[in-house]
């Protein structure tokens, strides 16, 4: 008994003094550790001890504070600095608030970025937009409503599209797992980025292994609206070298599986819009099925459910000599079906974009020296099912840049490289001759630049005042013309709370394909209504847009929690590009169109004559990429306020004011520009002018043979077969010796006798095999040309002499341009209540919005989006979480003529380790 | 729009709800300034009685700190006071940043009474108070006036006094 008395206490004697040697250290406790001590573990430290939690938790708090409002970036300077401190409007997105987020893709994390107007269309894909300009030139195809003056890039490699501009989100291969952080520079800044940055730059950064043990970052979820989706990715550092492999999928569905038509102005079945019988409204037109029959709307459609089908998978290596010389290799493919906004011109609104593309990126870093070689490859098929918009791209960069560093003086050229070829004659189907003719480039395209350029920074006044200039010369192979951005940035620290900056520059958009090399002939004939023929013709020497801005900046942190910063901007954008009807050949009708009923061995038995229906038709439109004089003018001011209230509570806060006024606007609507035109043609061919040749219109041939058709099916076929009896019999008779009248009267007793039918029979069987041919209508051909104020001056003309009625569209106006709300902001709470419990809620606002396009106008009603998620720890730092979109199922479009929204409810789980 | 009225609501609600951290160092500070001051022997006897003039969430993380736990044979019991004229009774009065327009009449009241007059607000010990909480770089900590102290009836101890930043 005393032995076990002994042993109990023995035990309890060691356990005591384990437990009283793993007391911690209170100096050397972290944050964390100190947040999940309990009152009674408090209330027992001494005062001195406090005093070292306090300590602990102070310095803490101002880490904490700068790693939330003043992260480094190296987008606005490409090389790291705070944000605080950066020349540029400049957000950047951490790993951590995109995963707290609950975001779903990369687009709908940029939500949470000032000046960015995101706007969903179909479930997961998205149209953004810094700080607007969006749907200019507008009343053209829906394409323009696409951002093509924003510049995306992963780590410095562009995955700007050149073939219709813009970014191809879907097709990014990276995903959350990857992803360190989003640097977004919102202005002009070509001269630093080259061609493209005119708006912005979006760069994304992925992570970098900074552990020799394993690091794995993944993500998943799943929920309504056949939404799951997933990240992973893996790294370690093994001494010097490094990897991290990672791969991404993402599905997502449609709200509706049903398209929206626009000629019906409503949401149809698929195999209803394909229908036949489904015809055009317009009385004019009614004879053309909606659906082009020659193509096929499976082929257009795997199914109309979905939304977002993608994946990708990335591997990277890298190399470290030391910090300031460093290596890196990456690669990876990516695979993506969505069903979003089109590119083409189709009836229905959305069409299926599907791409696959094959990258690797070379980055070094030797001392000063940073060098980057990239290449994509790749087939994009922008308009699934529709020939003529399969390409096969290979996009290649080359980049040099040194730093020269003389102590405040920082001179850094560059050289640039960049060949972006496109070919769709492998998807195209050549002609009898072997011509390739139903594509829009039918060729191998390639576009090269090649620029340099050089950005001096220069610090003064103990650093406080730093003045930046940037310069950049850059020549596409499209053409002879040179591209000269430039940026100049001066920024004052007045202290380390409040810094002012101030920016001028200039940026332009660079060519792409199809603005260039289009050289397309769409056979519009009996498919669709007039003309017939339309032709795309790109030009080589048009000006690129181009931007000019004045911006300036304000940032305070009244607090060390509080970062305010407040940016005002004024920029005026030119040499905007549009598709434009050019000149046009129509006919001007000269006599009637004319059927025959062609019976075999008889010949022609039958001939009917209608009259024109219209004074003039065109024929063949051409129309052009081309400058228009356009010119927006935009200014505005965005504010960011980031309040760390606590360490448990974020509070973001953001708006965007702007008004874009659009100077020598003109309503260029194509439609009516081709009516005006064939209108002028036949007004002037009435005076003997424009007239260039004779011809034949067939454009009524077919509805005008369907309607003969149609009354020979009614009945007149068996008149006609009456006829040819009669007359078969009146010449066997007069040939048996007959006159004409004697046989006329002999004929007309015979009608049921076996004679008569014995001949009828024989004409019903030729008849069966009758052809009917119609002819086109004969007609002068006129050649007509457009050009707005020669328009405006003779449409007034003519309107005075009560010949048109003219409302003055061709007039050069100034306009409010309201496709960019004059309102965009958001907000994120995050709130972390305990240390394994995180809340963030986040919104998003814009006002109403105007849409036009050639499709017509389309109003956006002012939206506020809700969305939440709220992550639970259950292990070190990986979550479960419940993460509701557009929490409340605001049902309101976000885009022209696209998905209504709905909410997305999921379940899912993050991992970190 | 009334949907992000109620959101930017709840905004505010939620930061009420986190300011928790400072307040919970701070009652644990005023727990450990009984260990470190001397009262007169006319309050040795009895409950050891800490006040909070006006509503205060730090009322309750002090009631979390002291329950069950007394100094020396007093039990600690935290109220919130409910009139400046009873002051006088408590050993430790804190008065919270919102209510420090009070602390003059406050420390009128307690003069020689044994009372440790503890403030939140900015140049308050310097001027009033015994105790005044302060950051410096970010890290919580506090102010202390020997003078003010003596004027109010109660001593520190030298420990503390070498922890607190003494202001005359």
Redesign the interface.
Known sequence: MLKKILLCFIVAAVASAQSFGQKKDVSQMTRAEIMAMS?DE??D????D??L???T???S??EFYEMLLNKDVTSASKKAESSFDSPLSTTVLSYDEIIASGARNVQEALRLVPGLIVREKTNGNYDIHIRGNNNIPDESLTVYTENTMALVMINSRPVYNSINGGTFWESLPVDFADIDRIEVVRGAASALYGANAVTGVINIITKTPDSEDIQVFGHAQGGNLGSYMGSLSVGQNVGNFGFRVSGNYQKMNRTTDKLYVFDNDSLMDKNDVANPDFRFKSPASSWFSVWNQNKSIDDWYKDTETAVDRFGANLSLYYKVSDDINFSLSGGYQNSYVTSSSFGDPQVSLSVREMSGTYADFIAKVKGLSLQGNVLGGTQDIVRGDEGFKVDNINININAEYDFVFGDLNVRPGFYYQSAHYDDKPYLTPDSAGNYTTGYLNDHIRINSFAGALRIDYKMLDEKLRLIGGLRAEKFSVSDKLYIPVQLVASYNINDKHMIRGVVSSANRGPFTVDTYSDYMWNREGVRPMPLKMHFEGDKDQYQAAMTMIELGYRVRPA?NVLVELEAFSNTTRDFGCLLPESMTAYIHTDSMVANVNLPQVGTVFTTKQPAPAPAIPNQVNLKYQNIDLEAHQFGATIDVEWV?????L?KVFGTFQNTKLKDHVSYNNSQIITDMTTLAAVNAQQGQGIVGQGVDNYFKTPFLNGVKQQLDAGGMQQIEAGVTQQILIGQMMQAGMTQEQALAQVSQMVGTETWNNVAAQVHAMAENAEIDAQGIPSAIAEQHFDADKYHQTLQQLQGAGLVDYDGRYEKKTITHKATPSFFGG?C?N?K?IEKLNIY?S?N?YSKQTFKTSNGTFETE?K?T?NCKVSYKVWKDNAVFVNARNA?GDKKQEFAWTDETKGCYLVGLDLKF | MKKALLTLLSVFVLHGLCNAQDDKFKALFIYKFTQYMEWPTSKQTGDFKIGVLGGSPITNELKAFTAKRSVGQQKIVVEEIMSIEDCPKYHIVFVPAKASSNVGEITKNVANKGVLVVTDKQGMAASMSGINFTKVDGQQTFEICVKHMRDHGVTATKSLLSLGVVVE
């Not at chain 1, 430290?45 to 001195?48: T, Y």
């Open positions: 009152y408090l209330a430290l001494s005062i001195e406090v005093m939690l306090t300590k938790l102070g310095i708090l101002d060390r209230a606590t360490e448990k509570l509070v907000f709470v709130y209540p809620a919104g606002f002012p506020f809700m409340f």
